[in-house]
């Protein structure tokens, strides 16, 4: 049975316990006093860490709900509401350095994607963009349910939709976009990237994220149920191995 969803602010706020964001900072080239756009930033838990280590950050985010939570939080901070596609050298001029968490799968065009942020930075800023790969993917499962899985991969893409492997994508595009790699590496999870049985408030994370997965509901249809359920099992059997991961690739213009 699928959990009732939770306020997005609430949801986000519960998964900082599993987000490694100061592992990520460590591989971020920051000097103190650069200006900092945190893309999609949430309730503002990465700006903070931003803000403590002595740059001058912008939070952005386009959910309005998620933007009260980050100032209720975070009230010394700077939160702007903007599209993030949308941004320009214009909005906020051009910036030292650019976080975005989770943020580019929703991006289909990972290159124009990736192209608009180089634009946002000044010359030797540094761009780190971590992301989702495999999302879904959890054993044990059978091969003809990770045929399954895939499947429904591919039709998000050909829908322009969530990217479930731009993960992988994010070293490659960044290179062809001309920027300088510094960085590659992956994050431990505690909610989405580990071995063994997942925890009950884990679970109940990933019972609450299947609520708002509309596309995978579309998908499957009356079988939306059964392959949420599979997963489920899946995270909580005794011998569970994600092969998803959180991918982090750091990059200079």
């Known amino acids: 049975m699928l959990a009732t969803a939770m306020a997005l602010p609430d949801e986000y706020e519960r998964q900082q316990r599993w987000r490694r964001y100061g592992d990520a900072l460590k591989q971020v080239p920051l000097v103190r006093g ?26 952005v985010d386009v959910d309005d709900a998620l933007l ?56 030797g800023g540094w761009v780190a963009l971590v992301e989702i790969d495999d999302l879904l993917g959890h054993e044990p499962r059978s091969a003809a349910f990770a045929a399954d899985i895939a499947g429904f991969y591919a039709w998000a893409r050909a829908q322009g ?10 070293a490659p595009a960044l290179r062809d976009a001309g920027f300088e ?18 925890s009950a408030d884990v679970v109940e994370a ?16 009356d079988r939306f149920g059964e392959v949420s359920g599979e997963i489920l099992a899946a995270l909580q059997a005794p011998s569970h191995r994600s092969l998803c991961r959180v991918d982090i690739v750091v990059a200079r213009r």
């Open 206 to 221: 990933w019972r609450s994220r299947f609520t708002r997965m509309g596309g995978m509901r579309t998908y499957y249809g």
């Open 181 to 198: 790699l510094v960085h590659e590496g992956t994050l431990e999870d505690g909610e989405l990237s580990f071995r063994g049985p997942a």
């Open 161 to 170: 939709g969530y990217g479930f492997l731009h993960g992988r994508a994010l």
């Open 68 to 123: 009260l939570r980050a100032r209720e939080l975070h009230a010394e901070l700077r939160f702007e509401k903007h599209d993030v596609g949308a941004l320009d050298a214009s909005t906020f001029g051009r910036v030292d350095g650019i976080w975005a968490s989770f943020v580019a799968a929703y991006f289909s065009d990972l290159p124009s994607f990736v192209a608009r942020l180089r634009e946002l930075l000044v010359d």
């Open 34 to 59: 650069q200006r900092v756009l945190d893309l999609g930033c949430g309730v503002g838990a990465a700006s903070a860490l931003f803000a403590a280590a002595g740059a001058d950050v912008i939070g």
